[in-house]
């Protein structure tokens, strides 16, 4: 018997089973990019797990409403709302509009993950197109006594927070933590009445160029607003599942909590936290801001960042996917070319699942009663034999979406598949229906759940080459059948070949 689906929740420190808030709805929010450079693959980690929590949990029969953002304002260099604008400043590198920084990055990005197998998400919303929505929040962040306004900017007022609730209960920071590396005198830490408060709508300078009108004067909202703002309008004052990286549950993640705590909806957000642990470079965290960073375009198309080769889309899902998601993940060359071993191993498995196929025919020697008994007791417990290692699939997936144990377990399984493709009397012993349901749950959880397509690996031009002299060779010999043979498959294919007085050429087909 199966156990039901649990998962860490970071709020409580433990794992839950998964209970739906509204079920069989299920409401999933994802922490997107900030949209003004290339993505790395880094930024990839948490989009790969929550394409395959989201697969599973719709295999699992929920109604997932998957909403992934995409942030292309508010989010300034330092979490200590101060710097730049992260768009602006790209847009003022390159000298050109910040909306047009936001959709080239952020084609950019689709077009990655879309590469990575990842499902689109159900919506993916921009935070400059809720504006309206998040000044909503910040407006009733303000009635309900946890915000106040100074000289256009609004911040949130943390220690008034911390009379009925506890700031910091996600990262378990204590406020001695949170203060860490602040300034204890608050003459020059601007405008906040705290060093803990944070930023929910910043007042936009002159020379500042993304900029909204709202009760307070021309600004822009601060960047952890928009996924609480988002998220509630889309998922309701609370969701089930709320994600993203480990480095985002301080301070992003804890004023999220905090904003919708403050706001009318008087939630935690969402009832499950999830957080991915990083891609470290050595043991060091994988980052734009350290310069140790794989793009991701880059990593597909040839040697990068200390890469001395290309790795393709799929290679790279399953070197994310082959360790636990709440464990760090180490990136080298020897480390991607054995997940590339074993993407190639689970990829042979699916073209093996054809050829295994239990013989209907009687037994040789009907006749023999003791014979038949023992048959079928062999086949029960070849039976029984396939139907654990098929049930072993969804155990590492129940247990904290574990795709480790998962894809360990579906190893095991190719193990007893080969032994019964190379082994009649193998075959033999294990009945139709078992091995249909374990050839059915292999496809299913390797395609479906895991997201693990095939990648064509051959080159369409040097093949062709290739039979084109195969054509000659056979016109040479005079094998003319070989030769008809040659020319209809290829025909089949689009393809028509040209006799020339220069040789043979190839064209497609116009008919």
Same mark, same amino acid.
């Given at each position: 018997?199966? %156990?039901?689906?649990?998962?860490?929740?970071?709020?409580?420190?433990?794992?839950?089973?998964?209970?739906?808030?509204?079920?069989?709805?299920?409401?999933?929010?994802?922490?997107?990019?900030?949209?003004?450079?290339?993505?790395?693959?880094?930024?990839?980690?948490?989009?790969?797990?929550?394409?395959?929590?989201?697969?599973?949990?719709?295999?699992?029969?929920?109604?997932?409403?998957?909403?992934?953002?995409?942030?292309?304002?508010?989010?300034?260099?330092?979490?200590?709302?101060?710097?730049? #604008?992260?768009?602006?400043?790209?847009?003022?590198?390159?000298?050109?509009?910040?909306? !047009?920084?936001?959709?080239?990055?952020?084609?950019?990005?689709?077009?990655?993950?879309?590469?990575?197998?990842?499902?689109?998400?159900?919506?993916?919303?921009? $935070?400059?197109?809720?504006?309206?929505?998040?000044?909503?929040?910040?407006?009733?962040?303000?009635?309900?006594?946890?915000?106040?306004?100074?000289?256009?900017?609004?911040?949130?007022?943390?220690?008034?927070?911390?009379?009925?609730?506890?700031?910091?209960?996600?990262?378990?920071?204590?406020?001695?933590?949170?203060?860490?590396?602040?300034?204890?005198?608050?003459?020059? !830490?601007?405008?906040?009445?705290?060093?803990?408060?944070?930023?929910?709508?910043?007042?936009?300078?002159?020379?500042?160029?993304?900029?909204?009108?709202?009760?307070?004067?021309?600004?822009?909202?601060?960047?952890?607003?928009?996924?609480?703002?988002?998220?509630?309008?889309?998922?309701?004052?609370?969701?089930?599942? %709320?994600?993203?990286?480990?480095?985002?549950?301080?301070?992003?993640?804890?004023?999220?909590?905090?904003?919708?705590?403050?706001?009318?909806? %008087?939630?935690?957000?969402?009832?499950?936290?999830?957080?991915?642990?990083?891609?470290? &470079?050595?043991?060091? @965290?994988?980052?734009?801001?350290?310069?140790?960073?794989?793009?991701?375009?880059?990593?597909?198309?040839?040697?990068?960042?200390?890469?001395?080769?290309?790795?393709?889309?799929?290679?790279?899902?399953?070197?994310?996917? !082959?360790?636990?998601?709440?464990?760090?993940?180490?990136?080298?060359?020897?480390?991607?070319?054995?997940?590339? @071993?074993?993407?190639?191993?689970?990829?042979?498995?699916?073209?093996?699942?054809?050829?295994?196929?239990?013989?209907?025919?009687?037994?040789?020697?009907?006749?023999?009663?003791?014979?038949?008994?023992?048959?079928?007791?062999?086949?029960?417990?070849?039976? $029984?034999?396939?139907?654990?290692?098929?049930?072993?699939?969804?155990?590492?997936?129940?247990?904290?979406?574990?795709?480790?144990?998962?894809?360990?377990?579906?190893?095991?399984?190719?193990?007893?598949?080969?032994?019964?493709?190379?082994?009649?009397?193998?075959?033999?012993?294990?009945?139709?229906?078992?091995?249909?349901?374990?050839?059915?749950?292999?496809?299913? &959880?390797?395609?479906?759940?895991?997201?693990?397509? #095939?990648?064509?690996?051959?080159?369409?031009?040097?093949?062709?080459?290739?039979?084109?002299?195969?054509?000659?060779?056979? @016109?040479?010999?005079?094998?003319?059948?070989?030769?008809?043979?040659?020319?209809?498959?290829?025909?089949?294919?689009?393809?028509?070949? @040209?006799?020339?007085?220069?040789? &043979?050429?190839?064209?497609?087909?116009?008919?």
């Amino acid at each position: 018997m199966q %156990h039901p689906l649990s998962l860490y929740n970071t709020l409580t420190r433990k794992k839950e089973e998964f209970q739906p808030v509204n079920p069989p709805q299920v409401g999933v929010y994802l922490c997107g990019p900030t949209v003004y450079s290339e993505a790395h693959l880094g930024n990839a980690r948490g989009p790969v797990v929550f394409d395959v929590l989201t697969r599973y949990l719709r295999h699992l029969g929920y109604s997932v409403r998957y909403v992934r953002n995409i942030t292309d304002v508010g989010h300034l260099e330092s979490d200590a709302d101060e710097g730049e #604008d992260k768009m602006a400043k790209a847009a003022r590198a390159q000298r050109i509009e910040p909306m !047009q920084i936001a959709q080239h990055y952020a084609n950019r990005y689709r077009q990655n993950m879309l590469a990575l197998g990842c499902l689109p998400p159900d919506i993916e919303p921009q $935070a400059s197109g809720h504006i309206t929505e998040q000044i909503q929040v910040v407006a009733e962040i303000i009635e309900n006594g946890f915000g106040y306004e100074v000289n256009g900017s609004v911040y949130f007022d943390v220690p008034k927070y911390n009379e009925a609730n506890r700031y910091g209960k996600l990262s378990n920071r204590s406020v001695e933590d949170q203060l860490a590396g602040t300034r204890d005198n608050l003459a020059g !830490q601007d405008e906040k009445r705290s060093p803990l408060d944070f930023a929910i709508w910043k007042k936009a300078t002159p020379e500042h160029i993304m900029r909204w009108p709202s009760p307070w004067g021309e600004g822009f909202p601060g960047w952890h607003l928009e996924c609480s703002a988002m998220s509630r309008k889309y998922l309701g004052d609370l969701s089930d599942i %709320h994600g993203g990286g480990l480095d985002l549950m301080f301070p992003h993640h804890e004023c999220e909590i905090a904003q919708s705590q403050g706001s009318h909806s %008087h939630t935690d957000e969402a009832r499950i936290w999830m957080h991915n642990n990083m891609i470290t &470079v050595n043991g060091t @965290k994988m980052s734009k801001s350290l310069g140790n960073f794989v793009l991701l375009g880059d990593m597909f198309q040839g040697p990068t960042g200390g890469l001395t080769q290309a790795y393709s889309p799929q290679t790279v899902r399953f070197f994310l996917l !082959q360790s636990h998601y709440r464990s760090p993940v180490d990136v080298s060359d020897e480390a991607l070319q054995a997940a590339r @071993k074993g993407y190639r191993k689970l990829m042979n498995g699916l073209r093996l699942l054809d050829k295994l196929v239990v013989s209907e025919q009687a037994p040789a020697n009907q006749e023999d009663d003791r014979t038949t008994d023992n048959e079928q007791r062999t086949t029960l417990s070849g039976d $029984a034999d396939l139907r654990k290692l098929t049930a072993d699939l969804f155990t590492g997936l129940n247990d904290d979406l574990n795709t480790a144990r998962c894809i360990a377990s579906l190893f095991n399984l190719l193990r007893k598949f080969n032994t019964l493709a190379t082994t009649p009397t193998a075959l033999a012993e294990v009945g139709a229906e078992a091995l249909q349901a374990a050839v059915a749950a292999y496809r299913t &959880v390797v395609v479906d759940i895991l997201g693990l397509q #095939d990648e064509p690996r051959a080159n369409a031009e040097q093949l062709l080459e290739l039979t084109l002299s195969f054509y000659t060779e056979a @016109k040479t010999a005079k094998a003319y059948d070989k030769v008809d043979q040659i020319r209809a498959a290829l025909k089949g294919q689009g393809i028509v070949i @040209k006799d020339t007085k220069a040789g &043979v050429e190839w064209a497609y087909s116009e008919e």
